[in-house]
């Protein structure tokens, strides 16, 4: 961390606040419910991790759900300070390396249809647009474009 890399470290309850603080300022009417993100990061069949600097500020936090051989990414927020630095992509490679330990054959992930960053990251990594979700992104009526990557055989 010395080098200003963040460190990257499963959350706990005890990460909801500044997790919360990342989804509301990300995400704004669309975002999560406190109690949803609560349920998240506590399920066996999820994983949610944290971006920290060096003083341990919440600068991005990202979570997966798999069961079985099928995955999603829930969700990943990087704070507006801390974009453009790698951050996002980091949390990502970190989903997917735990996608990989899980056994996961199929990710799925929905992203904004307004976010062309965050259409081009996934795309980066392997994931191809397969369809798009009308209006699903409420109270702003935004599409979802649906993304989907299959591990290597």
């Known amino acids: ?15 909801l606040d500044a997790i919360m603080g990342l989804e509301h300022a990300a995400f704004g009417p669309s975002a999560w419910e ?12 999820g994983r949610y991790v944290l971006a920290e600097d060096a003083e341990g500020r919440a600068l991005g936090y990202a979570g997966l759900r798999a069961v079985g051989v099928e995955g999603d990414i829930q969700t990943i927020a990087v704070a507006a300070e801390a974009r453009g630095r790698g951050i996002g992509r980091a949390l990502l490679a970190e989903l997917l390396a735990e996608a990989e330990r899980r056994g996961v054959r199929e990710l799925f992930l ?29 109270p702003e009526d935004v599409d979802a474009v649906v993304m989907k990557r299959e591990a290597e055989r």
């Open 1 to 15: 961390m010395t080098d200003g890399t963040p460190a990257i470290r499963t959350a706990g309850a005890s990460d």
């Open 110 to 138: 929905e992203v904004r249809a307004d976010n062309p960053t965050a259409r081009a990251l996934y795309a980066s990594v392997g994931f191809a647009e397969i369809g798009v979700r009308a209006r699903y992104y409420q």
């Open 34 to 45: 406190r109690e949803t993100m609560r349920a998240e990061i506590a399920s066996e069949w």
